[in-house]
């Protein structure tokens, strides 16, 4: 495609969600200024197309205005705020809360596998640096990309811990304890075997909410995650936008070329969604022009909460961004991250998670959030029915 | 304890939960005649103490009264109505759901580990035949006790089956498809560190509601299960009868040594549940005077549901058994099994599903029951608050 060219290691780890989250409402100082200065690698997007994707509804800036369409509730990693992240058991959980959507981040293994991880690294939800000392890179990280689906099947799973002085901390401490009871990594197709058994014992349609993570280091390691990612898509019925399914990525390129090479030559049209941090990379994209350019091949934006609501807004004074309203004149549905219940990822103009909701959902006007705690999140949206 | 000697396997056999439930409600005739014959082997209770346990609400034979006590929702091998019975996601679900008791059937391994499974062979829920051909006992079954735990970690785990002509048939065939998703058998100790966990990160107190399986063919292995059962429970912290905990049994003999010798000797004091098969064996305790025995070393029953409802009972005129209200005279707690709602697992005088738990909740008066549907049950007791 020639467009890896420009892009390093650096800057797809930069797009990796979990540390752009992480950093969310700790700085503490301005760090919305911070994340609209420039993303020179967009500047491709001057030269796309401007319509709007035809048949998706317009709502116009006036993001107020009633919508008929269902709130989404996307189940983060899982319930994520009750059970190790991404574990089959956090899936089945998040299926049983009621979410709409659970996600899936998708990493690759040695031999070509696809597992549901967020990191590209395993040393910070697995034991692996025990299980298979002396595996690590020069930067002291153990890749999933250098063990075979086989040996990441052996290691144990525990809620996400930091090492402090090799000391592992957890990194929610109201959490799931570290190390207790039993998980293991799974593959792609598990999780949509386990979803789709799901819908078969219920009778309802939960839907697929994968992330292809890092397609520019993937694609460095000789391995086309995205192709990957959708060939097992296909393989499951998934292949049309009517089929329960968000196909996120923080890689515009990469959802370029899914939408532009990869899904045609496949007979697939998926519903794609772009993710966007709240970093530098992505200012160009903040305004109802880049709407209009990412209209042009995905249905949605996927934003950092931050992106959405002016960061010196007051509990009595809460102002929006426009990026909302920017994405709906163009046509996009807007589901933000991270949806978090603890008082330190709350920003502090929402008084508590009810409160948050009610901001992003009736001020914010958006269509769907992801969130670590789905059931309080569909009591919310059952309350106000 | 020289107990052992005029059982054996084969009569354990019978007292097998899911054999009995299986053929609830398929026989068509008189089914509860039959069960109501002779249980020899449960002579030694006429020499047992006839006081029913102080401390215990007598709400005597009116069992319309209203109780104060909360009706309990036991998750029968967990959410099994929509997961694979007894696996770490069934368990996630049924917590999910509400459920305010978790089922946990125990059995042994070759080494002394306790496993959670319902029953004592592996072939009709794990792949043991293919990964360990050859490794079956004379009656073509594969036991759980001939296995090590690394062994028995190395199996899948499916939906329950049947082997007809050596193909599987689902045992439910709505509920998930068999051989999907990625599930294992895991310990008891994990189990309850899944369930302590999740009462940390949700700030609930779900319990635990384990069953000692086939005490008598493990003794005849050299294995103290009970034993080994309480040891856990104690290491984790269940000690005492405010500790959420209920142990289930179908051996009355082995409840009368726990209840009498273990117990105390391990300093301990947890509630205990007589369970009573819809079978001959338990014939002599179906009446004032075996409730009031059984009231010496147990806190309550966990009878089928046949024995608490007559067979020929319409939807227009329920005849209870008075069963029921043997118990609750004696002070005995009524936890009867299965609640399913699937039609053809429902006795005929029900007409669906809730139509059935008004039956038993509110025309017989029970404590609480064992279903694989606890979000249904949940809902109902709600909705009716």
Redo the contacts between chains.
């Keep these: 495609m020639g467009m890896g060219s420009c892009r390093t290691s650096s800057q797809d780890t930069v797009r990796e969600k979990y540390d752009t989250e992480a950093e969310s409402y700790s700085r503490g100082s301005n760090q919305f200024v911070t994340a609209i200065r420039s993303f020179p690698i967009l500047s491709f997007l001057l030269f796309a197309g401007c319509a709007a994707n035809s048949g998706v509804e317009v709502v116009g800036d006036n993001f107020e205005t009633p919508q008929p369409a269902k709130k989404l509730v996307i189940a983060h990693r899982g ?1 994520s ?3 190790p992240e991404h574990t ?6 998040a ?3 009621g979410a709409d959507y659970i996600e899936q981040d998708l990493v690759m293994t040695k031999d070509d596998r696809l597992v549901v991880l967020h990191d590209r690294h395993l040393d910070t939800v697995t034991d692996v640096a025990s299980v298979f000392p002396g595996r690590a890179r020069d930067d002291g990280r153990y890749y999933v990309i250098d063990f075979t689906l086989d040996e990441i099947r052996q290691l144990s799973v525990s809620e996400r811990f930091e090492l402090e002085d090799r000391v592992a901390t957890p990194v929610f401490k ?4 570290l190390w ?5 990594v ?2 792609f197709s ?2 949509i ?2 979803i ?3 819908n ?3 009778g309802k349609s939960v839907g697929l909410y994968p992330e292809i993570k890092s397609p520019a280091f993937h694609r460095d390691e000789g391995k086309d995650i995205a192709s990957a990612a959708l060939d097992v898509l296909s393989e499951y019925g998934y292949t049309s936008q009517s089929d329960d399914v968000f196909l996120q990525c923080f890689d515009p390129y990469e959802l370029q070329r899914i939408h532009a090479d990869l899904m045609p030559a496949k007979e697939m049209d998926l519903l794609l969604i772009q993710l966007i941090a709240a970093s530098e990379e992505y200012q160009s994209l903040l305004s109802a022009d880049g709407m209009k350019q990412l209209a042009t091949f995905v249905d949605g934006i996927g934003p950092s909460a931050l992106l959405l609501v002016e960061k010196d807004s007051t509990a009595s004074g809460i102002r929006t961004t426009g990026l909302t309203a920017f994405a709906h004149a163009a046509g996009l549905k807007v589901h933000p991250y991270t949806f978090r219940r603890e008082r330190d990822q709350m920003p502090p103009y929402a008084k508590d998670y009810d409160d948050l909701l009610t901001i992003f959902f009736d001020e914010v006007g958006v269509d769907g959030v992801f969130t670590d705690f789905p ?1 309080l999140t569909v009591q919310f949206l059952e309350n106000r029915r």
Tied chains: 1, 2.
Excluded: N, V
């Design positions: 319930a705020g009750y059970l089959i058991a956090a899936k089945a959980m299926y049983a809360q109201d959490r799931f304890p207790k009871s039993s998980f293991r799974h593959t598990e999780e075997e386990l789709q058994g799901l078969k014992s219920t059931d």
